[in-house]
């Protein structure tokens, strides 16, 4: 067993299991965004989907937050995570495989689709949520800050790279096949996991039930006065981004026409924003204040929304430069959110804060993903990406009403 060295000021990359954690991860997360683009576009190129089968679809896969999250959230924090990532990431990568394998039998449906596009969604949220639990045994308490901002550079880069990557592989191996790298590089993620050998704290033997645990940590965010806005606020900016995250490939390629690569490149240009946004977050919380941050992050991010439902083949760039702005908000405001959850919250607290939370966001993208498709079924594609972009703009509210729009918010 490896167990972590004294010095720390080498960073987090001087520890073995930290590496083969972050490879790890690396390769799980590029997998995901190629897949991100591949299933959608099975979906509609393959299986002739509708626009409200595709929202179905990416609500299917976000709806596990929904059904287990909270209950998720709090179970691995009884048990040893390493195991839980290993199995999650394997049975995330079989779920995937056996969609390519019934394409080549001519089997595949668009049920299929949703039953994976689901059990894919649980598989990966026990992964994230366990990861969450087995950094700190990876790295130490002292290393999580470096560690954490090697995983969200990571993070932000894999979108980058692997939307603009998942549209050309679309493109030129046919959707299928970008499903097929998906599924195999999840298993061999899974195996790699399986060498980050360090020694996991024993779980906490606990007396009291689950429900009351979960019920704990809810009660921590909804009753903290700074909480409470950035949950809501939050909540608001997710129900409005799903329709765009969602339909923007439906418009691309269905309505305009337009190549499969184009689509990689409207998301990989979105996902830049959201790395600048995100490296200038800290410069401009400690000159203007936290609150104010986030208050400007949030309009930027809004505001900018409303340019993707005029996406058309001859203003393609000027949308995506005006996209690239709204990412680079939603990338400021992931940003400094998340550090002030992080600081809020008691260690004990932080799985069921991180739980209720993502409950929360990820709902939101699963119910706007589902009144995205109902939306644009019932009109059409733009009007439910001008709705969604006007939901967006909304998001600032709860924090320009709270604590938030003072420099220096006091916890209550």
């Known amino acids: 067993m490896t167990t972590l060295s004294d010095d720390t000021a080498r960073g987090p990359f001087s520890s073995a299991p930290f590496r ?19 299933l959608p576009l099975l979906a509609v190129l393959t299986l002739d989907a509708g626009p409200g089968q595709v929202g179905l ?36 990568g079989v779920v995937l495989l056996s969609i390519p394998l019934a394409w080549a039998a001519g089997v ?8 994976c596009a689901f059990l894919g969604g649980v598989a990966a949220l ?16 002292e290393r999580l800050m470096p560690a954490n901002t090697a995983l969200a550079g990571m993070g932000s880069a894999a979108v980058v790279a692997g939307r603009g990557v998942g549209g050309y592989l679309v493109q030129t191996l046919g959707a299928p096949h970008a499903v097929l790298l998906n599924g195999v590089v999840q298993c061999a993620s899974a195996a790699v996991t399986t060498g980050v050998r360090v020694s996991e704290p024993d779980p906490e033997r606990r007396s009291r039930s689950m429900s009351a645990e979960i019920a704990e940590g809810v009660r921590h965010v909804f009753g903290h006065s700074l909480l409470r806005p950035i949950a809501f606020s939050t909540l608001i900016l997710n129900l409005g981004l799903s329709p765009l995250l969602v339909l923007a490939p439906v418009l691309i390629v269905g309505d305009l026409g337009l190549p499969e690569s184009r689509v990689g490149l409207f998301f990989m240009v979105g996902a830049a924003g959201a790395v600048a946004g995100s490296l200038v977050a800290g410069a401009l919380a400690a ?18 929304a409303f340019a993707v439902p005029f996406l058309s083949e001859s203003a393609f760039w000027p949308v995506c430069a005006v996209w690239a702005l709204s990412q680079g908000g939603v990338g400021l405001l992931n940003v400094v959110q998340t550090t002030l959850r992080q600081r809020l919250t008691p260690d004990a607290l932080l799985g069921r804060m991180t739980a209720t939370m993502r409950l929360l966001m990820t709902g939101a993208l699963t119910l706007g993903s589902l009144a995205a498709g109902v939306l644009a079924e019932a009109a059409d594609v733009r009007t439910a990406l001008a709705v969604g972009a006007a939901v967006m703009a909304l998001a600032w509210m709860p924090l320009a009403f709270s604590p938030f729009r003072r420099r220096d918010p006091e916890v209550r």
């Open 126 to 141: 026990f992964s994230r949520t366990a990861q969450q639990g087995f950094l700190p045994a990876v790295v130490g308490r």
């Open 108 to 115: 595949l449906t668009l049920a299929q689709l949703y039953v």
């Open 57 to 92: 679809l990416g609500a299917l896969s976000t709806a596990a937050y929904l059904v287990v999250g909270l209950p998720a959230g709090a179970w691995t924090d009884r048990v040893r995570r390493r195991p839980v990532i290993v199995l999650s990431q394997f049975l995330h």
């Open 287 to 304: 000159g203007i204040g936290t609150g104010r941050a986030l208050i400007v992050a949030t309009v930027l991010a809004g505001a900018t």
């Open 20 to 38: 083969r954690f972050f490879a790890a991860r690396t390769m799980a997360d590029l997998g995901t965004e190629v897949g991100a683009l591949a």
